[in-house]
């Protein structure tokens, strides 16, 4: 099913559009929101297409300025989960950050994240840092995987 996938670098409106459909982001960013975020930053920003219809986005940039790349914003259509999509996509953001010489990536969740918590368990990731809110399902998760 993976080989129908090709994930491209693109530009923050195409991304937005892939983003809208994301259930889980009650209120999805703007253009401008995510360009903002990336302005000034090296950055990754990649859509992956299943059959030429957009499926799922990464956008990461260097927010810490520790060698560490940053995963801000990952997602998948619902209707398109379960297919290998997202592993595609961070596979893609791996090898690109590695080539830019960075050594890590981190990548912050939610606690009611559940998918994703697992996805990023799974693959390799490591528990570096949790911020607390007041509701436990919306405490932050911070990850870190070496590369």
């Known amino acids: 099913m993976t080989d129908d996938i090709i994930v491209k670098e693109v ?7 892939v983003n809208n459909t994301i259930t889980e982001f009650d209120e999805p960013y ?3 929101y ?13 859509v992956a297409y299943m059959n030429n219809i957009p499926v799922g986005y990464i956008v990461a940039y260097d927010r810490f300025d520790d060698g560490s790349f940053y995963c801000w914003m990952a997602g998948v259509t619902p209707k ?5 999509i997202l592993k595609i996509l961070m596979n893609y953001q791996e090898k690109w950050t590695k080539n830019k010489g960075y050594n890590k990536i981190k990548i912050k969740t939610r606690n009611n994240r559940r998918e994703m918590l697992s996805y990023l368990i799974k693959h390799g990731f490591n528990l570096i840092d949790i911020n607390e809110h007041t509701n436990i ?11």
């Open 80 to 84: 398109f989960r379960k297919k290998g």
């Open 34 to 46: 995510f360009e903002n975020r990336c302005k000034n930053k090296e950055h990754l920003i990649i």
């Open 30 to 32: 703007t253009e401008d």
């Open 11 to 17: 530009s923050v409106k195409e991304v937005v559009k």
């Open 137 to 147: 399902e919306d405490y932050r998760l911070l990850f870190e995987k070496s590369l």
